[in-house]
T-cell receptor
């Protein structure tokens, strides 16, 4: 079974600073994907970034980067130059196993508040 | 043009009633899902369908019955609603089964059972 752990309490960051949101995972699958989604107060789920288990480079998408440490089973999200609009709930998720039964398993989420 | 659309967005109903939520995707994806987000914001998969075929049924009470008339539509019917069914229900779709399958979510349908 897959498990995603997000244990940080609500996070606060000053506008324009960087922030790291932690995520650890557990799976026995060799092939899996790691995702981060953002959920603002309006409720929609917004895809941010993806990392494949065989990708050697850390994924980056604009101000978002994923710090992937496979041996530690961690997939932390780094947001650089925080903006007020980054205030939201952030979910780490893992897709596994490969094939027909693949599904996304989500962590419980972390609330990020950006201070002006 | 919305990629994954759900209706209704809000639903308030009494215990014991039956209700349906509809979902349509115009992305040409083969796989569709229903996820439930509870009051603590925890997201859990309920069902997945691939090309109209049920693939995942994640120990959901059989009061919940998904139906996929074609691969672009996945509806959720709930019988005999209970208080604990109050949640936000998200429909999603993806192109790939495998590990690279990013999910595209609908806006969610907030169900309140009184």
């Amino acid at each position: 079974a897959q498990k995603i752990t997000q244990t940080q309490p609500g996070m606060f960051v000053q506008e324009k600073e960087a922030v790291t949101l932690d995520c650890t995972y557990d799976t026995s699958d060799q092939s899996y994907g790691l995702f981060w989604y953002k959920q603002p107060s309006s409720g929609e789920m917004i895809f941010l970034i993806y990392q494949g288990s065989y990708d050697e480079q850390n994924a980056t998408e604009g101000r978002y980067s994923l710090n992937f440490q496979k041996a530690r089973k961690s997939a932390n999200l780094v947001i650089s130059a925080s903006q007020l609009g980054d205030s939201a709930m952030y979910f780490c998720a893992m897709s596994a196993p490969s094939g027909a039964n693949s599904k996304l398993t989500f962590g419980k989420g972390i609330t990020l508040s950006v201070r002006p | 043009d919305t990629a994954v659309s759900q209706t209704p967005k809000y639903l308030v109903t009494q215990m014991g009633n039956d209700k349906s939520i509809k979902c349509e995707q115009n992305l040409g994806h083969d796989t569709m899902y229903w996820y439930k987000q509870d009051s603590k914001k925890f997201l859990k998969i309920m069902f997945s369908y691939n090309n109209k075929e049920l693939i995942i049924n994640e120990t959901v009470p059989n009061r919940f019955s998904p139906k996929s008339p074609d691969k672009a539509h996945l509806n959720l019917h709930i019988n005999s609603l209970e208080l604990g069914d109050s949640a936000v229900y998200f429909c999603a779709s993806s192109q790939d089964f495998g590990s690279t399958g990013e999910l595209f979510f609908g806006e969610g349908s907030r169900l309140t059972v009184l």
